[in-house]
């Protein structure tokens, strides 16, 4: 069970085009999804936190016009990158927790991979 | 001072020996700690979480948390190839956001 998985798990594309990741949990319901991001040697940063029916809470630093989030049902939330540039090439990670309260284990999706060019 | 810090270098334990990572935090109002596991160009998978002072075993996996002195670790008993991965050691903080260090790269020499 807690199964998470995210689309396209590989994607490349142009500078200034938008790039869309899926993040869906398959066997449960999600309150909470979380977006990380991590670069090549670092450890994963938290991008934002993502509430069903509720706005996206980014962590400092992050750009919430550039990263769009919308979390519309209990079992999937999206990531947009907007305008990408190369910098913005990553390993883009999701996570979920379980909804129902008190449960604080994160099921990580197997990630996407951005290449921006 | 780093959120979450784990500073070994990558570890080399010849197979069945014992692994030992360490983890240190800031927060001293921290309450749930986790470790994950990492294999390369893979997402962190869980392995363990502990929020009681004390050891919890699970399998060839130990972790040791010491609140007072802002302390986890794991051990990996009778480590196999199989455990070569990155370790990584992540703290909660409010609405159960997480943490991470950076990780610890565990290599198990058959």
């Known amino acids: 069970g807690a199964v998470v998985s995210q689309h396209p798990s590989w994607v490349i594309c142009k500078s200034g085009t938008s790039v869309k990741i899926e993040c869906r949990s398959l066997?449960?319901?999600?309150?909470?999804m979380f977006w990380y991001r991590q670069f090549p040697k670092q450890s994963l940063m938290l991008m934002a936190t993502?509430?069903?029916?509720?706005?996206?809470?980014?962590e400092q630093g992050v750009e919430k016009d550039k990263f769009l989030i919308n979390h519309a049902s209990l079992t999937l939330s999206t990531l947009t990158v907007t305008s990408a540039h190369p910098e913005d090439s990553s390993f883009y990670i999701c996570?979920?927790?379980?909804?129902?309260?008190?449960?604080?284990?994160?099921?990580f999706g197997p990630g996407t991979r951005l290449l921006v060019l | 001072q780093k959120e979450v810090e784990q500073n070994s270098g990558p570890l080399s334990v010849p197979e069945g020996a014992i692994a030992s990572l360490n983890c240190t935090y800031s927060?001293?109002?921290?309450?749930?700690f986790f470790w994950y596991r990492q294999y390369s160009g893979k997402s962190p998978e869980l392995i363990m979480f502990?929020?009681?002072?004390g050891d919890k075993e699970d399998g060839r996996f130990t972790a040791q948390l010491n609140k007072a002195s802002q302390y986890v670790s794991l051990l990996i008993r009778d480590s196999q190839p199989s455990d070569s991965a990155t370790y990584l050691c992540?703290?909660?903080?409010?609405?159960?956001?997480?943490?991470f260090g950076k990780g610890n790269q565990v290599v198990v020499i058959p």
């Open positions: 996570s979920a927790t379980l909804a129902g309260g008190g449960e604080e284990t994160q099921y």
């Open positions: 066997d449960f319901q999600a309150t909470t």
């Open positions: 993502s509430n069903e029916g509720s706005k996206a809470t980014y």
């Open positions: 927060d001293r109002g921290s309450q749930s």
């Open positions: 502990i929020y009681s002072n």
């Open positions: 992540a703290v909660a903080r409010g609405n159960n956001r997480l943490a």
